[in-house]
């Protein structure tokens, strides 16, 4: 099961890099005959670029099913590469090719839009560059006073003007749509990407996956950390497993419309009430304190593949949970989920009042099968090895989350001692 799941996020990577520009190199080569080598390869870099353009578009709506596949931080990786991919060969389209009045005018701004757009998300969006380089993290706070997650999704969206712009551009040269069999598979593409991405911002009543909900409760759990607690009819609709995250949005409260992940916490009880645990990081969660009982919430889920990831080893493995900080919240709905399996929680926090629900962890304790840690500052490397069960090199799942040097740290540090990366998971956002 595990080499099947790992063929399909290689399949993954190659239908979006390969597949997807595939139909549009061979119907457009018939019609390029005669043409200058090197024009002509400038035209095919401008075809693949608008076929990953779509490739990101459609990668953006975060189809769940893939998500369940591969898992959405896969997804989001694949979105950045693929986005930055076809920036380079629309600049390579660009300098290959020349072109006058408006054919011109709709690519060159279609250009400027999407080289604006990645620097930005390079910028905001790009964990893995910001946390490498010091004065780009001082750099990002300065300009995430004006740049709050509301703008930052909006701008995220003029994807979407660059690829209308890129559309308009080929229909206005006369070659290009002369190439029938080329223009079928580049309006079709078109639009069912068009079509895949309206769909993810209509219909929410009755939609499975999707659900309009209320606020029941809004609690403090310490000077940073809220509990709220959501429930309604439609709770039903939502695909929700152990481990999960789901997107919130407030539509009828400014500057929370955008939609923004949380791991649940738990999962729905029977009246179909379920919580999430939000620690104020930034504009958006800061703002979640002043939100009353009652407000309407539209909930999308659930994502993740915490459960899946269990699910495709042995049912008899044992379960070792290292984590940190505000991360430990998708674990609170996985552990009873699985105390089927021997598990073992290391769970560290910068302050004692941040180690949420002690008193739920001392409960398990009282489980045979669950022996957990948690104390303030990190664990010691040699604590955790020392505690943990036999033969954990080959019998053991590794699940990792919270801070980025926490996970970074355990992976490598396992890497070293032998243990595979297959029996090791995280869902790291941070592409």
Known sequence: MLRKIQYKLVLFWLSFFFVVPLPFIQTISAGLQGM??????????????????????YLSTKPRWL???????????????????????????????????????????????????????????????????????????????VFKHEVTMLLHKLLLAAVILVFIHVQLIDYIRSITSFMIWFDGLSLL????????????????????????????????????????????????????????????????????PFSLVSLPDKNGKFKLTIRADGDFTDRLKTLKAGVTVKVT?????????????????????????????????????????????????????????????????????FTGFWQQGRFSDDFVLNHLPNDWQNHTLFLLSGPIPLIHHWEKLLGKTKVSSKNIFKEEFNW
């Open 301 to 369: 889920g659930g994502f993740g593949r915490y459960q899946a990831f269990i699910a495709e080893h042995d049912c008899t493995s044992n379960l070792v949970i290292i984590t940190g900080g505000i991360g430990v919240t998708p674990l609170f709905s996985l552990i009873p989920n699985n105390l089927s399996h021997k598990i073992y929680l290391f769970y560290s926090a910068h302050h004692q009042t941040d180690l949420l629900y002690q008193h739920q962890l001392n409960q398990w304790n009282q489980h045979t099968n």
């Open 36 to 57: 200058a080598a090197n024009e002509m390869l400038a035209i095919y870099s401008g075809v693949i670029a608008y076929a990953w353009m779509l490739a990101a578009v």
């Open 193 to 260: 990407t068009a079509l895949s991405y309206l769909k993810t911002k209509i219909n929410w009543h009755g939609r499975k996956g999707q659900a309009e909900l209320k606020l029941i409760q809004n609690h403090s759990l310490s000077a940073r950390v809220r509990e709220l607690t959501f429930g309604g009819r439609q709770s039903q609709q939502l695909n929700l497993q152990a481990g999960d995250f789901v997107f919130l949005s407030f539509p009828h409260i400014s500057k929370l419309r955008e939609p923004h």
């Open 67 to 145: 998500d369940r596949l591969v898992g959405l931080p896969s997804i989001y990786q694949l979105h950045g590469i693929i986005a930055i991919a076809a920036l380079g060969l629309a600049w390579l389209h660009k300098l290959g090719t020349h072109s006058a009045g408006l054919i011109k005018q709709t690519g060159d701004l279609a250009l400027i839009i999407l080289t604006g757009l990645i620097g930005y998300s390079l910028l905001f969006l790009a964990g893995w560059l910001i946390s490498r380089f010091s004065l780009l993290s001082k750099f990002k706070k300065i300009l995430e006073k």
